[in-house]
């Protein structure tokens, strides 16, 4: 069964630098989105992308954010200066085009500010 | 704006026991879908179940079944027969239904997550 898949599983990073999740969707889907889970708090949404462009952002995806699709199969969140307060979970997920609703999700990227 | 509460932080069922986890959401639209996803320990977020609110009739898949009252903005998880393999983090999760098939975000707007441990 076709699945979603992150890496790193876990990213360790110190204050100031940039790190990149990178994430494989589903080969057929065409929405894809960045969600974000802090330790002990909810998912929250983070950003969502389709035809090459953002379609929606939250308040949390400031200029230190962006995202890319650069080669038609990896979809990347790039967080240009990490700060101590993005570590968290970090899930990408993917939807289909004829479906409405159900998203898949990937296993995740830890990532540790320190 | 839309908001998904989850009152119960833990609960814990014996095994072949019935367990209930509640949602209440808040919005004004009247076209949405509300899922529950499941997070076992390896943290990949899996869909159990999901509703679209215009059916009157609640949802079922196998042992899991839904109380949907739309009036009432409430969305309750039923797991029958609980079995080892349901001990995970379930979230209960909003999406706006938007005009035009192709068009708008469709995020997920999430609970903070009930912890379900399943006691052998």
């Known amino acids: 069964e076709p699945e979603v898949t992150q890496t790193p599983s876990h990213q360790v990073t110190q204050m100031g630098q940039e790190v990149i999740l990178r994430c494989v969707p589903i080969s057929n889907h065409l929405y894809f989105y960045w969600y974000r889970q802090i330790l002990g708090q909810k998912v929250e949404f983070l950003v969502s992308f389709y035809n090459n462009e953002i379609s929606e952002k939250s308040e949390i995806f400031d200029d230190q954010f962006s995202v890319e699709r650069p080669d038609g199969s990896n979809f990347t969140l790039k967080i240009r200066s990490t700060k101590l307060e993005d570590s968290a979970m970090y899930f990408c997920?993917?939807?289909?085009?004829?479906?409405?609703?159900?998203?898949?999700f990937g296993p995740g990227t830890r990532l540790t500010v320190t | 704006a839309q908001t998904v509460t989850q009152s119960q932080p833990e609960m814990s069922v014996q095994e072949a026991e019935t367990v209930t986890l509640s949602c209440t959401y808040d919005?004004?639209?009247?076209?949405?879908?509300l899922f529950w996803y499941k997070q076992p320990p390896s943290r990949q977020m899996i869909l159990v179940i999901r509703?679209?609110?215009?059916?009157?009739q609640n949802a079922t898949e196998n042992r899991f079944s839904v109380n949907f009252q739309k009036a009432a903005k409430s969305f309750s998880l039923k797991i029958s027969d609980s079995q080892l393999g349901d001990t995970a983090m379930y979230f209960c999760?909003?999406?706006?239904?938007?005009?035009?098939?192709?068009?708008?975000?469709?995020?997920?707007?999430f609970g903070t997550g009930t912890r379900l441990k399943v006691l052998a």
């Open positions: 997920a993917s939807r289909s085009f004829g479906t409405v609703g159900e998203q898949y």
């Open positions: 919005t004004s639209e009247n076209n949405y879908y």
């Open positions: 509703q679209e609110a215009y059916k009157q």
């Open positions: 999760a909003f999406m706006k239904l938007l005009p035009g098939f192709t068009s708008g975000t469709y995020k997920y707007i």
